[in-house]
């Protein structure tokens, strides 16, 4: 069983920098390809970046790419997400997602965090 928390959201000014953390209490966390999501009020949940099982592969929607970095920790069940120059564009609730298979497809992702909101002041 797979269960996502997400942590270190907040409110930060444009420009700067938060570090996104989401933790598995599972002991299964290696199995899964990990991901990002996003969802700003009014629009669809979006995919934002995604990490391989061993971290070999990674991919990154264009908005964020050069700004932000996802890794993961297996032995500490915990996946990262290091955000910087952020952009009021980045205001969302962000959530973390495990899957079988190395995708960006929100379908393919079977288990979800409860979100943590991110919120960028011009």
């Known amino acids: 069983q797979v269960q996502l928390v997400e942590s270190g959201g907040g409110l930060v000014q444009a420009g700067g920098s938060l570090r996104l953390s989401c933790t598995d209490s599972?002991?299964?966390?290696?199995?899964?390809?990990m991901a990002w999501f996003r969802q700003a009020p009014g629009k669809e949940r979006e995919f934002i970046a995604g990490?391989?099982?061993?971290?070999?592969?990674?991919d990154y929607t264009d908005s964020v790419k050069g700004r932000f970095t996802i890794s993961r920790d297996n032995p500490k069940n915990t996946l990262y997400l290091q955000m910087n120059n952020l952009k009021p564009e980045d205001t969302a609730l962000y959530y973390c997602?495990?899957?079988?298979?190395?995708?960006?497809?929100?379908?393919?992702?079977?288990?979800w965090g409860q979100g943590t909101q991110v919120t960028v002041s011009s």
């Open positions: 997602a495990a899957s079988h298979v190395f995708s960006t497809a929100l379908r393919d992702y079977i288990y």
């Open positions: 599972g002991r299964t966390f290696s199995n899964y390809a």
């Open positions: 990490i391989s099982y061993y971290s070999v592969t990674t």
